[in-house]
């Protein structure tokens, strides 16, 4: 049975497929201005496609960084077949080819689909600490706080002021290329100071970390995309 992940993914790559039939069809019809929007279109797409992807697989970029490269050293081998330099290309593709496999055979387990914040989210359920502080950039001080604020709510929380401290991308169209505005579609809220970007959690029905592990991931590889984190992560309670 398919993940609801597996069925976005599904979904998105046919969405993709479309809109890359629809920029050939402009090309063909020399309707090159539909075709540049429907090029940014595909551009964002992609980009979804790509964190929902690193969600499922945090190996998955580095095992597609590795299949272009033997894709381009098998041209290569093809082009100078004749030559001294196809051994170089040869030995490149083997290298690559093992490197490749090593990751297949690894086990692929989400970034954070680690038992240690399930049992810190436990922790704070049931009144054994107040909170704890998961370091995503300890040097940077980049950092995720969960606190007990009130009987069975916890706020996720991230200071204002790493979060400017971060790398980020935004398109040309971007309306307003502010990263707040990420963290707004995540269904975080600025407090009332003004310094902590705040997620609050209702843990009246609380059962495992499935959807706090779903929103740390979308952190890390939607809104964190460029930013340098530790691995591992850190975790301490307070």
């Known amino acids: 049975m398919k993940s609801d992940l597996d069925e976005l993914i599904e979904l998105l790559e046919t969405e993709a497929k479309v809109i890359k039939a629809c920029i050939k069809e402009n090309i063909e019809e020399w309707d090159y201005q539909i075709a540049h929007h429907n090029s940014r279109a595909l551009f964002k797409l992609n980009q979804k496609l790509n964190v929902l992807h690193k969600m499922k697989d945090p190996l998955y970029e580095e095992k597609r960084n590795l299949e272009r490269m033997i894709m381009i050293h098998e041209k290569h081998i093809k082009l100078d077949a004749n030559t001294g330099i196809v051994d170089y290309y040869l030995e490149l593709l083997e290298e690559d080819k093992r490197k490749l496999q090593g990751l297949k055979d690894q086990k692929s387990v989400p970034i954070y689909d680690d038992q240690k914040i399930d049992d810190a989210l436990f922790s704070v359920w049931a009144g054994i600490y107040k909170g704890f502080t998961l370091y995503l950039n300890k040097e940077g001080n980049l950092a995720i706080t969960f606190e007990s604020v009130e009987e069975e709510v916890i706020d996720i929380s991230v200071t204002v002021k790493s979060v400017f401290n971060v ?52 952190l890390v590889y939607d809104v964190f995309t460029y930013a340098e984190l530790d691995k591992p992560t850190r975790l301490m309670y307070f």
């Open 167 to 218: 790398d980020y991308f935004f398109g040309d169209d971007d309306e307003e290329d502010n990263p707040l505005n990420l963290f707004k579609g995540l269904g975080f809220m600025l407090n009332d100071v003004g310094n902590r970007l705040v997620y609050k959690y209702d843990m009246g029905d609380f059962k495992d970390a499935g959807e706090i592990k779903i929103l740390l991931s979308r």
